[in-house]
């Protein structure tokens, strides 16, 4: 019995399963007509194809559930009713207000603004969702108290507009911004506190710090010291350090204790370096760079050394055409601290660069930019050929910030595109200076627009007064001329000099020239200029016989080439690589035929980061085809390359007057201790050896000696917030006796 029973509840369910389904079968149907009702702004062509309703296919309750599900994930709609009637299904919606626009008060820094603006303006013209402004609420209080607005709180206002819009208006309170009082490093035992605080980029707030921004608490910021605080330790060969976290403490209202928690581990050494160089490739072509690594070995390791490796590979794949290669290399940890290195090269696919695109460029043309790429679109890719294009760009000073991505082209994954995103900088400048010392005061002022007319075009003037010398210039410089990677300049330019007191005479010479440059070679640099100048001289009573002879007014036409090869890391205080320069006058035409002749090398070489060497050689010469050299045109050796003697007061007298000579050189060698005094980070100590020579004039009346003049000091150079402030001591080791020595010196000057 109960076993029929059973059987009975079965048929029964069964039955009831298939009238279910019977009912499902029989609710889908096709629908004739779709009708929308309740929009303002979205057309009924846009909501249906959100809801995915089609016509002419069957359609049941589920694909009505399904259709609701797919128009409320739009965001667009607060309320949505769909209901079968006969042959239509009638949509009924009401829309979600709009936002209308968004706006950012209580806040000055342009910085900020633009970074919250960029972020707003994004969610402009889409649906308001209370949900979505509470999140963006708090990502703008995030980012304004991660750039030192710590206590910064916010008050966001929704106005409702008659147009189902609404306005939003975010008021920021900021308080008082963070300042970082102390800055502490946890457990480094190995290097000065002094020498990490200057390799992070936030500072210590001082009174004296009423500029930089770095003193404010920046959490962005503290994440990358940890990254400059990582780099600097691998650098110094502790390839296991690890920054165990950085954190804020609030010590006083505003003020708070920066600490950075760091594990060195131990130091390690290079064990075994080596590159895998396949048979396709000529070995001596890495001869020099196998040299460099077995140099290497067994000293202590450093993430600088690498990448100076893979450099050097880079520019031997770049220079003999191997396009398609990328410089790779593996590390490998053995006996506890040693390391073994290998380099390899990756053959990478062919592509060819599409299109490139730029960016953020509001002022600044676009053929601005793009004269500066090495790459062009059509060109096989290569790496090495986009960066140095970024350094290009970044090297005509407009641009905060230069950075270049690359994606495949969608259609074609052998093509690339590049693009190049640029953030402008304020180019007009206004600068004053004053500088005194022992030897006299100066004073420089000037404009200068750097991206005239958004063409890249330099415009500048500027005028210096010192005791003897009045200057004034002005001055044009393309550095694209016509679109071309060559630059053009012209000059205006107006000098007067006078000595009369001390060397009786005096000169005015005004002038004009233009010139062009370029680049010949990688970091080899043509300039070549055309210029004619008026000068007048005029001499005292009391003047020597020679210098009579030569007073008069004096007209030429030069013409001046310069040769210049730059492989220095950086141009504003290098501290390695080296530059060799040569220049020569000669005359076109000139009433004082004499050809100059100018070199100066410079060699920088950084032992440590609290060593830097450097050896500076200077040689000038000037000498007349027709006549004696003028006076004005002679040679004279300037202080700042024979210190411990007075500018001018050394070398072939007549009489009692310094005449310069025709022949110049001199020699300085130099050891720079930065930040070798601890807690003083903002001063550099100078140990320095010059020489010099100046010799031999056109007539035999003067009084000359070609002994080498020599001295030996110490400079300190001090940052303060008024300028740098240079003290020097120097002790002349040889000297004539007629030679007038300056044993102390100093300068300060700044701009503004």
């Known amino acids: ?11 029964k369910f069964i039955v009831l399963a298939i009238l279910l389904l019977t009912c499902v079968e029989t609710n889908a149907k096709i629908y004739e007509e779709i009708k929308v009702t309740g929009n303002e702004r ?20 589920k694909e009505i559930n399904l259709s609701i599900k797919k128009l409320y994930q739009t965001n667009y709609f607060k309320d949505i009713k769909i209901l079968l009637d006969k042959e ?64 910064a ?67 962005r910021k503290i994440k990358n010291d940890e990254i400059l605080l990582r780099k600097y330790y691998q650098r110094k060969g502790y390839y296991n350090v690890n920054i165990k976290s950085s954190y804020a403490k609030n010590i006083n209202n505003q003020y708070f204790e920066l600490s950075f928690n760091i594990d060195a581990g131990q130091k390690f050494f290079f064990n075994d370096i080596s590159i895998k160089i396949s048979e396709n490739f000529n070995k001596d072509n890495f001869i020099k760079i ?25 520019d031997i794949i770049f220079q003999k055409e191997y396009l398609f290669l990328n410089t790779e290399y593996e590390l490998k940890v053995v006996e506890k601290n040693k390391i073994n290195i290998q380099f390899a090269f990756e053959n990478l696919e062919q592509l060819y660069v599409d299109q490139i695109n730029i960016f953020g460029n509001f002022i600044t043309e676009e053929k601005v930019i793009r004269n500066s790429l090495i790459i062009d679109e059509g060109d096989a890719f290569n790496q090495v050929l986009l960066d140095k294009s970024i350094n290009s760009i970044k090297s005509r000073g407009i641009f905060k910030s230069v950075k270049a991505n690359t994606k495949i082209d969608d259609s074609d994954n052998q093509k690339k595109i590049i693009d190049i995103t640029v953030e402008e900088s304020p180019t007009g400048e206004i600068f004053a200076g004053a500088g005194t010392g022992t030897s ?138 080296h530059l060799l320069s040569f220049k020569q006058v ?80 001199a020699l300085n060698l130099n050891s720079t201790l930065p930040n070798v005094l601890s807690g003083y980070e903002n001063i550099d100590l100078n140990l320095f050896l010059d020489a010099a020579t100046l010799r031999e004039v056109d007539y035999d009346s003067s009084l000359e000696s070609s002994k080498i003049r020599s001295s030996t000091g110490i400079s300190v150079n001090w940052y303060t917030i008024i300028g740098p402030l240079t003290f020097s001591y120097a002790i002349p080791i040889s000297k004539e006796s007629t030679d007038k020595t300056e044993t102390f010196r100093f300068r300060i000057g700044t701009s503004f």
Request: some cysteine; proline content about 2%.
């Open 153 to 219: 709180k916010i008050d966001t206002k929704i106005i409702d507009n008659k147009d189902n819009s609404v306005e939003i208006i975010y008021n920021f309170n900021l308080g008082k911004r963070a300042i970082i009082k102390k800055i502490n490093f946890q457990g480094n035992k190995i290097f000065r506190d002094s020498k990490l605080r200057n390799v992070i980029k936030s500072e210590e707030g001082s009174f004296w710090k009423f500029i930089t921004s770095n003193k404010y608490l920046d959490e």
């Open 88 to 151: 239509v299904i009638k949509i009924s919606i009401v829309e979600n207000p709009i936002i209308q626009s968004i706006k950012v008060d209580g806040i000055k820094n342009k910085s900020i603004i633009k970074e919250l603006t960029d972020i707003t303006k994004k969610s402009e013209k889409y649906p308001y969702l209370k949900n979505n402004i509470i999140d963006q609420n708090n990502l703008l209080l995030n980012i304004v108290r991660a750039s030192g607005y710590y206590f």
């Open 290 to 314: 196998n040299k460099d690594i077995n140099n290497l070995k067994g000293k202590e390791f450093s993430t600088k050394e690498i990448n100076k490796i893979i450099n050097e590979i880079d």
């Open 440 to 577: 006299g005061a100066t004073i420089t002022a000037g404009i200068q627009e750097k991206n005239y007319l958004g063409k890249g075009i330099k415009l500048s003037t500027n005028f210096s007064l010192s005791e003897d010398e009045v200057k004034g210039k002005f001055s044009v410089i393309n550095p694209n001329f016509r679109n071309t990677d060559r630059s053009i300049n012209t000059t205006i330019e107006s000098t007067t000099s006078d000595f009369l007191s001390t060397g009786g005479f005096k000169t005015s010479r005004t002038g004009f020239g233009v010139g062009t440059g370029f680049e010949q070679y990688d970091d080899f640099f043509v300039n070549l200029d055309i210029s004619a100048y008026y000068e007048k001289l005029e001499t005292t009573s009391t003047a020597s016989a020679q210098k009579k002879k030569q007073e008069g007014d004096y007209l030429e036409n030069l013409f001046t080439y310069n040769l210049t090869l730059n492989k220095l890391d950086q141009n504003f205080q290098p501290t390695d690589g």
């Open 586 to 665: 000669l005359p076109i035409y000139s009433d004082d035929l004499s050809i100059g002749n100018t070199v100066n090398l410079s060699k920088y070489h950084s032992v440590s980061d609290n060593l830097i060497l450097s050896g500076k050689f200077f040689f000038k010469s000037v000498n007349s085809i027709d006549d004696d050299v003028r006076v004005s045109r002679r040679v004279y050796i300037p202080s700042s390359k024979i210190r411990g003697f007075e500018s001018g007061k050394f070398g072939p007298k007549d009489g009692e007057e310094y005449v310069g000579g025709n022949f110049g050189s």
């Open 1 to 11: 019995m109960t076993e029929l029973i059973c059987k009975l509840r079965r048929v």
């Open 42 to 61: 979205l057309s009924v062509e846009t909501i249906i194809m959100f809801s995915g309703l089609k016509l002419g296919e069957e359609i049941d309750n």
